[in-house]
């Protein structure tokens, strides 16, 4: 009889073991999970807002290394100023091209326009 009452004590004592673990498994999903609630919803500390601004333009002398690389690019490229809209096509002679439209202190939004099967058609430069 003291056998099996020892038998008995000792699943006991190892059903409570099992019982322990699974909670202390089960709380520590839970505070894992809450963890991860927490970093995803709020703004990671350590991680500071830069000081620099984003320039969204391009300069003037951009614009012109690109009509100067139209060759390259093979699409015509697009230049709107305040005086009109000027187009250089890719087989122009920049020898024999007036560039002086393109201020190059002015700050000009790139626009790439693309086909439907993802080719570049054209660029556009607009001045700010």
């Not at 009509?67 to 697009?78: C, K, M």
């Not at 890719?90 to 439907?116: C, K």
């Amino acid at each position: 009889m003291l056998s099996h009452t020892l038998k008995l004590a000792a699943f006991f004592a190892m059903f409570l073991m099992a019982l322990t673990a699974a909670v202390q498994l089960i709380e520590t999903t839970s505070h894992t999970m809450d963890e991860a609630d927490r970093l995803i919803a709020g703004k990671d500390p350590s991680v500071t807002q830069s000081e620099f601004a984003v320039q969204a333009g391009v300069s003037g002398s951009e614009v012109l290394q690109s009509i100067y690389r139209i060759a390259d690019l093979a699409v015509p490229i697009e230049v709107r100023t305040s005086g009109g809209s000027h187009w250089f096509e890719p087989d122009l002679d920049v020898d024999l091209t007036d560039f002086s439209v393109i201020d190059i202190n002015l700050v000009y939004i790139q626009e790439p326009l693309w086909g439907s099967q993802g080719q570049l058609e054209r660029v556009i430069y607009t001045a700010e």
